[in-house]
């Protein structure tokens, strides 16, 4: 196999620039250079990638490489895939391998049906928060999320990072996302009648996570007295540059001209008073980071946090609403998208009987010390990390997907008009 380190910047480009888990699409690369080996054992190695760009700045991504002439990317090589996993400490030779198929951060393959291999592809310094989170959950035996089996770490240098983790397969009838919009069709309460198990599920994740009063990473902290004040400033520039730059379309003219309404709504929110205890949460919650098992009921998976944010934002302690608005706002994107992907409508009340559910079995099993004291206080909190979530979306869509950007309109529209 070829020395990694002599790979040119065009060829190290050329491996990465169009890969799906390459983060800085549209960007301009000025160079890319091998700067570490963790692993390399004949048959293929894992190499750090310095990713340089024209405004100074770099990434770091891992590249599984293979090949005598032309370097190639091999993560998906049984044989490849299956050194990886035991170097994670899960021997797998021999394993049927399967690619995952549905990530883009990362890349995952299934090995005999029974293991997951997880590969990092954006590498920062610092402790891997998806590997932590599921040590947490596992010491405070929570059942409703994969068993961490394995992991293969480095040192450095150039980063001491994680490069892999292997997981227990989940047996699923599939994620929330798709089970919701295929029962749309023929079985709308599907997700209404879960929904209160999600509520009760997602309250127990948050009470695992919150459980280690030892650990500085995890012990639950008293926000301080400007984290509100804070958090609406951050919205409110959000909602200035967004809008800055929304594109003339038919579709964005409801909300276009309301960003003052918007941030009048910031502020109003903001002011709920007392937000409950900080702790360290999922993160990127969604009907997408949930699985519905043959035993009827529901596993997170995906433990990363938003992979657009730094590694030091996504280990930071937050308030455990921020997850139940990223569910929120899911529920009204799988009725939004199966009108948009299947003509089909969702019935009508459909999307705030899931809310109302799943709020409602949150509450029942939460720890009230990580909410506002009031359900106002709490309803208002909510209504604040909507409105972000809503405002990112709309960013997105704008820019991504100008067809779904009316998604996030209704959106905002709703919440101006039945926030009180």
């Given at each position: 196999?070829?020395?990694?380190?002599?790979l040119?910047?065009?060829?190290?480009?050329?491996?990465?620039?169009?890969?799906?888990?390459?983060?800085?699409?549209?960007?301009?690369?000025?160079?890319?250079?091998?700067?570490?080996?963790?692993?390399?054992?004949?048959?293929?190695?894992?190499?750090?990638?310095?990713?340089?760009?024209?405004?100074?700045?770099?990434?770091?991504?891992?590249v599984?490489?293979?090949?005598?002439?032309?370097?190639?990317?091999?993560?998906?090589?049984?044989?490849?895939?299956?050194?990886?996993?035991?170097?994670?400490?899960?021997?797998?030779?021999?394993?049927?391998?399967?690619?995952?198929?549905?990530?883009?951060?990362?890349?995952?393959?299934?090995?005999?049906?029974?293991?997951?291999?997880?590969?990092?592809?954006?590498?920062?310094?610092?402790?891997?928060?998806?590997?932590?989170?599921?040590?947490?959950?596992?010491a405070?035996?929570?059942?409703?999320?994969?068993r961490?089996?394995?992991?293969?770490?480095?040192?450095?240098?150039?980063?001491?990072?994680?490069?892999?983790a292997?997981?227990?397969?989940?047996?699923?009838?599939?994620?929330?996302?798709?089970?919701?919009?295929?029962?749309?069709?023929?079985?709308?309460?599907?997700?209404?009648?879960?929904?209160?198990?999600?509520?009760?599920?997602?309250?127990?994740?948050?009470?695992?996570?919150?459980?280690?009063?030892?650990?500085?990473?995890?012990?639950?902290?008293?926000?301080?007295?400007?984290?509100?004040?804070?958090?609406?400033?951050?919205?409110?520039?959000?909602?200035?540059?967004?809008?800055?730059?929304?594109?003339?379309?038919?579709?964005?003219?409801?909300?276009?001209?309301?960003?003052?309404?918007?941030?009048?709504?910031?502020?109003?929110?903001?002011?709920?008073?007392a937000?409950?205890?900080?702790?360290?949460?999922?993160?990127?919650?969604?009907?997408?980071?949930?699985l519905?098992?043959?035993?009827?009921?529901?596993?997170?998976?995906?433990?990363?946090?938003?992979?657009?944010?730094?590694?030091?934002?996504?280990r930071?302690?937050?308030?455990?609403?921020?997850?139940?608005?990223?569910?929120?706002?899911s529920?009204?994107?799988?009725?939004?998208?199966?009108?948009?992907?299947?003509?089909?409508?969702?019935?009508?009340?459909?999307?705030?009987?899931?809310?109302?559910?799943?709020?409602?079995?949150?509450?029942?099993?939460a720890?009230?010390?990580?909410?506002?004291?009031?359900?106002?206080?709490?309803?208002?909190?909510?209504?604040?990390?909507?409105?972000?979530?809503?405002v990112?979306?709309?960013?997105?869509?704008?820019?991504?997907?100008?067809?779904?950007?009316?998604?996030?309109?209704?959106?905002?529209?709703?919440?101006?008009?039945?926030?009180?």
């Amino acid at each position: 196999m070829r020395d990694p380190t002599t790979l040119s910047s065009d060829e190290l480009i050329a491996l990465i620039a169009d890969a799906r888990w390459f983060a800085a699409k549209g960007r301009t690369l000025e160079n890319a250079e091998v700067v570490g080996v963790p692993v390399e054992d004949g048959l293929f190695a894992l190499a750090i990638v310095e990713v340089r760009f024209a405004a100074g700045t770099h990434e770091h991504y891992l590249v599984a490489l293979g090949g005598e002439d032309e370097p190639a990317e091999v993560f998906e090589r049984a044989e490849v895939a299956t050194r990886i996993a035991a170097l994670a400490g899960v021997p797998a030779e021999g394993a049927r391998v399967r690619p995952l198929g549905v990530e883009q951060s990362n890349s995952s393959v299934v090995l005999d049906e029974l293991h997951v291999l997880k590969l990092y592809r954006r590498l920062e310094a610092g402790p891997n928060p998806e590997l932590e989170l599921l040590r947490a959950l596992a010491a405070r035996r929570f059942g409703n999320a994969p068993r961490l089996e394995g992991a293969l770490e480095t040192e450095g240098p150039p980063l001491e990072t994680a490069l892999a983790a292997v997981t227990a397969l989940v047996p699923s009838l599939g994620g929330g996302w798709e089970l919701t919009l295929d029962s749309f069709s023929d079985d709308p309460s599907w997700l209404p009648d879960r929904a209160w198990r999600l509520g009760e599920v997602t309250a127990a994740l948050h009470s695992a996570l919150a459980a280690n009063d030892s650990d500085s990473a995890f012990a639950p902290e008293e926000p301080s007295g400007e984290s509100l004040g804070l958090l609406a400033a951050a919205i409110d520039e959000e909602i200035a540059s967004t809008f800055a730059s929304l594109p003339e379309d038919d579709a964005l003219g409801a909300v276009a001209h309301r960003a003052e309404d918007l941030r009048d709504l910031v502020q109003e929110l903001a002011a709920a008073g007392a937000a409950g205890l900080a702790i360290r949460t999922h993160g990127d919650y969604h009907l997408g980071q949930v699985l519905w098992t043959p035993a009827g009921d529901w596993v997170v998976i995906d433990f990363e946090g938003e992979p657009a944010r730094s590694l030091p934002e996504r280990r930071r302690k937050r308030s455990p609403l921020r997850d139940l608005a990223g569910m929120t706002r899911s529920f009204a994107y799988a009725a939004d998208a199966s009108v948009l992907q299947n003509a089909v409508e969702p019935p009508e009340g459909w999307l705030e009987r899931c809310r109302g559910t799943f709020i409602d079995g949150y509450l029942s099993a939460a720890d009230e010390r990580f909410l506002p004291p009031s359900r106002s206080g709490f309803d208002r909190l909510l209504a604040l990390f909507e409105l972000e979530k809503l405002v990112y979306e709309l960013r997105y869509e704008a820019r991504n997907r100008p067809g779904w950007a009316s998604i996030p309109v209704v959106g905002l529209l709703r919440l101006l008009e039945t926030t009180p």
